[in-house]
């Protein structure tokens, strides 16, 4: 069967490789036969060439692994050995070893759910960051009437300002180098501010500071001490992304002195989330349609990958399909 591998920064090999075979699954996992993937932020810094590690990881290079980076996919089962699903179902959600680059992925089926058949697998593979952005929403304080920045108006940023106007935020402020007028209100943004975050911050007024910060860009030190320092009084910063170091320095003082309260987290409880984002995506028809702006076949995924890696205003989120 088909698979990628990482064989140099930005470069992608197709190879063949021999196929999972059902009776070598554990208790819980699904075998998928691959019909489509999305390509997230956190993807990026393995294709460039860095390192990574998976969760879990006891010291294996994940760029090294068929399959890497990819996590979010659509798939077919073909063979389960857990009880939520059968063969022929159409399933959304984690590939659990970040190797979804290949025609038949074993994955985690707590990380999986059956998705809407109105939806194409292009579509439903938007379900799995939206299921984590609604997890993260749900770990924040009340929202209504609230004013909320989401520094990173990228595939995630985007999202979160969307979830955010959907729980009753009274405004909106979306933060991103990149020029995001035309598609920012789309997603609920009321105030679309085109800088780097500390120039935002630098000319934020004390009265003009948001309640709720979300720092959706991850991977940069520089950025949670931005959200930190425009966080108002009492206020709460939300971590949200892959670090790609082990410690951020943050101002404690200012953490003291305006009483903020820092969250992050991974998404748990994957199978409720992922449904909740399939019934967020039909009570907001149209969102999964703005949202999927380009989509590759498997034979283009280093063109898809290389569109992902470039600041591009109209480009959202990039789907690969089979």
Known sequence: ???????????????????????????????????????????????????????????????????????????????????????????????SGFDGLMQEVVADGEGLVAYHDSLTPAHAVALQPLACVLYAVEQLPELAGKHVAVLGQGSIGLLFSYAAKAAGAAHVTGVDPV?????????????????????????????????????????????????????????????FGVPDDDSYPISMRTMLRNNLTLKSGVTVERRRVLAEADAFARAHPGLLGRYLTHTFGVDETPAAFELASRPVPDRIKIAIVA
């Open 179 to 239: 020029d995001r007028a035309e598609v920012g209100p789309a997603f609920g943004v009321d105030t679309v501010v085109r800088a780097t975050s500390d120039r935002w911050v630098s000319h934020l007024p004390p009265d003009a500071k948001p309640d709720i910060v979300i720092e959706a860009v991850g991977h940069q030190i520089a950025t949670l001490s931005h959200a930190v320092e425009a966080a108002a009084f009492g206020g709460t910063v939300f971590y």
């Open 1 to 95: 069967m088909w698979a990628y591998r990482l064989v140099a920064p930005y470069t992608f090999e197709r190879i063949d490789v021999p196929q999972p075979s059902p009776d070598s699954l554990r208790d819980g996992q699904v075998l998928l036969r691959f019909l489509a993937a999305g390509i997230c932020g956190s993807d990026l810094p393995g294709y460039r060439g860095a390192k990574g590690r998976l969760p879990g990881d006891t010291g294996a290079r994940a760029a090294e692994m068929i399959g890497f980076p990819i996590h979010e996919i659509a798939g077919e089962v073909i063979a389960s050995r857990h009880p939520a699903h059968q063969s022929g179902d159409r399933v959304v959600g984690w590939a």
